[in-house]
């Protein structure tokens, strides 16, 4: 029929660019890299909510330099 043979044709990744480069991304993606930036970026992210954690109880007083060299040079 002529609807069927106007739907019989699949475009496959050598002849769709976009679909080859699809196919590439997933043979290539590693997921075991993306797991390790995910662990880094949340190891990060707990350090700088101890961190703020820790200046809170402290009760420092933000205004000043001093008190900021002091804690720096502690980190």
Do not use: H, W
């Amino acid at each position: 029929s002529l609807i069927s043979s106007q739907f019989s044709f699949i475009p496959t990744a050598s002849t769709n660019p976009k679909a080859a480069l699809k196919s590439k991304i997933v043979a290539e993606f590693r997921p075991q890299s993306l797991i390790d930036e995910l662990l880094l970026y949340k190891r990060s992210e707990d350090q700088i909510e101890l961190k703020e954690k820790q200046l809170s109880t402290m009760r420092v007083d933000v205004c000043s330099t001093e008190t900021l060299k002091c804690l720096k040079g502690k980190t």
